[in-house]
């Protein structure tokens, strides 16, 4: 049994952490967050060349090959620079194309993908329904050789910058995947601005729009395990995301500790701060395992790996926003404001805790898996 | 990374467990006030000796000390078996765990002879002398003094919170022997026979209503000079050694206990009912047990994680005071959920066997013992974190 990464693991860790640092620092990272999309072309080809993009997904789709345990390595450091871009998006985007029975759709359109040609997105949320994969309201209707399209879908990651969009809708056989193009006739983007402004949200109308028929991913119970898989997929990046983003409050908070003064004696040695950072660290440490086992088991297909994913979602959701808040605290004022650091990651995973199910849509997915199942 | 037993891992369980289902006794039967009795004492003694026959005890233990040179992951193999198959609890834990080892590092060669057989045979049981009245968190502060006459220390002081105490043949006592020195500097480390004229104890009962824990009176012990462990006043060092052991040794087997008691409640909630449903039916309730489950699974990979580091790295770091936070305050959220989810019965004595109490109380004293949490905390702060040292 060995919990560590192996060494090419770490040599990716290094090489994802040394690219942040250069293509992507703090400046560069409120730049993008006043923009209307959060989106740097020259990053994101950057990101692409680097083959993190897919680097999970098979290698006839120009994909890496490689496990989630990688692709948690590269979301993590991501996370800690709060690198904005459509980095989660494209991935669950990519990872449902893959997963899907349409190999001619995956064939055309992953490589896109994975070579930074084109972003992605799923649009999966609808006004008065949560991350339950029940019926969606959206619509598709098959006719002839057309698929038309009718509703709407909120708080869809990356929608302004999306190339492709899979779109959860409900057919004949209940849920139906359909592959759109965001910019087609009868489909509207608008921007609705949240408390992360380095990952975009917009709200998406399909008003008769149509794809052709060919453009349906899966169907039905094909649809949803699709579906369901690609948001583990998701959820493990998310997690992993957390876990960068607690480390860099953490490694923050403990160095202002060691250079900040009052009552002319470092704050770091005052113990109601010490145990705040050891409190920290704690919960930074354990979101770490939780996210790479949940990476491990569902890379190995462990019977455990649902209950996996609904652990680590739920534990980093709560640890990454007591984090985030005792961060706050234990700078004291400078931590509260626009021009510190701390709040685009406070922000960010505000938004995360909510992405595929806060904590207590996890907690009962859990109490389904175990308690229902004793 | 990956998370799979190795073939070596994998064959030192199935052989643990072929062992255990053919030696594990029946259990003591669990009537309050019976943890003193000597016939407990042999029950106990008789346990630890079939362990040593089996090959199972001190299997952590150097090859050339009679041990298995066995990987920490196999030892906590074997802690979380024990406790999986409701074995007694090991007598020999502290000797074995933590004064051998020492003896290993700081002992003579006489002392190795003489006391690793006997430890790892369990002949020869240990306990621990180190907090005092007044030195709990502070223990380098110890007060309990040694002097020297002739070939002997002549010992008189109290200690405080000794678990096994009342079944010891031996106690690694630390004593003050230079009281002009900084406390870290004069502290030295004894070897003392529990039989010695001048050594008595007293059971201290906690509010959980048992014994596990005794105060010791030492009157003009007199301790051979040959007993001394390591040199004159360095004995903090060897008490950190054993510190550093003890807090690295709990953590897979106090997964196993909460484990058990996690699945009590699963099973108790969804058999009683309220207002004609389930217990288990409640969404409020679903959500905490879930909770419950899920801080008990994370804290299994942080042990695992810790394990496979220190089979890497062999010296146990300050990461054991982060799983002993970890545990023992999980354990007390825990204990605190059973009773909010069984609800008013869960205060009686007659139900669930007096668990739930019992896990609600007892779980008070595992954030103080071993290092307080607060301890702990500062512990990381400062030598994970490298913060100033504030106390």
Redesign the interface.
Known sequence: ??????KP?KLLQQSVRDFCQRECPAERVRELMETDTAIDDVLWQGIADQGWIGLHLAEEYDGLGLGL?ELAVVAEELGRACVPGPFLSTTWAATLLSLSGSSALAEKHLPQLIEGAGKGTVAFLEEGAGWCLSQPQVTATVSGSQVTLNGKKHLVTDAGVADLMIVAARGEQGLCLVLADPSSDGVTVEATPGIDSTRKLAQVTFADATVPAANILAQGAEAESALKRSRQVGIVVVCAEMVGSSQWMLDTT?EY??TRKQFDQ?I????A???K???M??QT??SR??A??AA?ALT?GTEDAE??V??AK??CSDAARFVGGTAVQAHGGIGFTWEHGLHLYYKRNKANEFLFGDA?YH??Q??RL???A? | MDLNLTADEKAFRDDLRAWLKENVPEPWPATLGTEQTPEYAQYLRDWQRKLFEGGWAGVSWPKAYGGRDATPIQQSILLAELIRTHAPEQLGVIGEGLVGPTIMVAGTDEQKARFLPRILSGEDVWCQGFSEPNAGSDVAALGTKAVRDGDDWVVNGQKIWTSFAQFSDWCLLLVRTDFEAPKHKGITTLLVDMKSPGVSLRPLRQMSGDSGFNELFFTDVRVPVANQLGETNNGWRVAITILMNERANLGSSMFVFIDQAVKGLIEQARTLTKNGKPLSEDPVNRQKIAQAIAELEVYRLNVDRALSGLTKNQTPGPEGSMLKIYWSEMYQRIAQTAMEVLGDVSQLAGFDNGNCIYRYLRSRGSTIEGGTSEIQRLIIAERVLGLPKSY
């Open positions: 049994m060995d919990f560590d990464l192996s693991q345990v403990v500790a060691k470092l770091g040695s005052f113990q701060i010490q145990l950072c050891a409190d660290f704690l440490e354990s395992a939780a790479y086992y491990w190995e209950r996996a609904s652990i739920s534990y207590t907690r009962e859990i109490a175990t308690i229902d004793a």
